[in-house]
């Protein structure tokens, strides 16, 4: 699977948007590019996924650069309950690996009032 | 349902102690996972079932022992751990089909402490 590179940490300011880069550089054809995040103590939450084109759903938008080598996760409207490590993830499947996810160190995004 | 049960919750044993982790899914998923995850690190894969068949073993110790029974069980079984065992240990479950490319399922992890 194919690494990708994070900012440690980012701060937004309640109500804004918040928007998390990702470089994927190395990522191939057939990857595709997941972004979960961590709330302190739980366990991760999906957010969204893309191959190729803008992806958004009710938590979030995903663009993806047309060379598909950065990505960037955009919350519209921030709030304090979106403060989580934020995990960029790019998988595809491989025979029976079944897009196996495999985390690197995230972005620590921290929402202030 | 989209829920991904793991019990217990939290489980403190002994290093010569035999314990069970539990992890259940209803929505039909084939694939299942372990993860392990110390404080303040990423989640790390240690085990991934297709079709009730291991698939991956991210050359964990064999003091884990992972099984799994059924389509909706995964058990991870533990013995003679060590106190650097200690961590959350996360299941997660998705479709596991190659033609349907879908989330992961994450449960809510059992924090395991080792004495």
């Known amino acids: 699977d194919a690494k990708t590179t994070q900012p440690t940490s980012m701060d937004c300011a309640e109500g804004r948007a918040a928007n998390l880069p990702c470089n994927h550089s190395?990522?191939?054809?057939?990857?595709?590019v997941y972004w979960y995040r961590q709330i302190h103590s739980q366990g991760p939450q999906y957010i969204i996924h893309?191959?190729?084109n803008n992806e958004t759903n009710e938590m979030a938008s995903l663009i993806i650069t047309e060379d598909r080598k950065s990505s960037t996760l955009i919350l519209p409207h921030a709030t304090l309950r979106d403060t989580a490590v934020y995990y960029c993830?790019?998988?595809?499947?491989?025979?029976?690996?079944?897009?196996?996810?495999?985390f690197g160190k995230g972005t620590l995004l921290t929402v202030n009032p | 349902d989209t829920e991904v049960t793991q019990t217990p919750k939290h489980l403190v044993m002994g290093m010569t102690n035999k314990k069970s982790l539990k992890c259940e899914q209803h929505?039909?998923?084939?694939?299942m996972y372990w993860y392990k995850q110390k404080a303040k690190k990423p989640p790390e894969l240690m085990f991934v079932?297709?079709?009730?068949?291991?698939?991956i073993n991210e050359s964990v110790p064999s003091r884990f022992s992972p099984e799994c029974p059924n389509s909706s069980l995964l058990n991870l079984h533990l013995h003679a751990l060590q106190p650097e065992d200690s961590a959350l240990y996360l299941c997660?479950?998705?479709?596991?089909?190659?033609?349907?490319?879908?989330?992961?399922?994450f449960g809510q992890g059992t924090r395991l402490t080792v004495v």
């Open positions: 997660a479950s998705s479709q596991g089909r190659e033609e349907r490319n879908t989330e992961a399922f």
């Open positions: 190395t990522i191939s054809g057939n990857e595709y």
């Open positions: 893309g191959l190729k």
């Open positions: 993830i790019v998988t595809g499947y491989s025979g029976g690996s079944n897009y196996k996810l495999t």
């Open positions: 929505m039909g998923h084939r694939a």
């Open positions: 079932y297709s079709y009730e068949k291991l698939s």
